[in-house]
Nanobody
């Protein structure tokens, strides 16, 4: 099992920034990728960004150029730097980790991001 704990969410004004963190613990070996998803009220959960063990990143088009995903392997932590936040970014943000071989994906508990003036 992998435990993922997100932090850094909160209330921010449009145009502002937040940095989300996700600390992984437990059986953290053989993780091939980590990422961030989000779910807004009344909408399906959607991919925000992923990063694999080679450092390759991908982003949803809605956040590309504004958000940056990164990893600190020494700290077993993945980050999401969010700049230029918009009201439509309001959602619960979930951290994920995907294992090699089994392709099992683990989910964090989520952290609320609210963008409002």
């Amino acid at each position: 099992q992998v435990q993922l704990v997100e932090s850094g969410g909160g209330l921010v004004q449009p145009g502002g920034s937040l940095r989300l963190s996700c600390a992984a613990s437990g059986s953290i070996s053989n993780i091939r990728a980590m990422g961030w998803y989000r779910q807004a009220p009344g909408k399906q959960r959607e991919l925000v960004a992923t990063i694999n063990n080679n450092g390759y990143r991908n982003y949803d088009d809605s956040v590309k150029g504004r958000f940056t995903i990164s990893r600190d392997n020494a700290k077993n932590t993945v980050y999401l730097q969010m700049n230029g936040l918009k009201p439509e970014d309001t959602a619960v943000y979930y951290c994920t980790a995907t294992k090699r071989y089994t392709s099992t994906t683990y989910w964090g508990q989520g952290t609320q991001v609210t963008v409002s003036s």
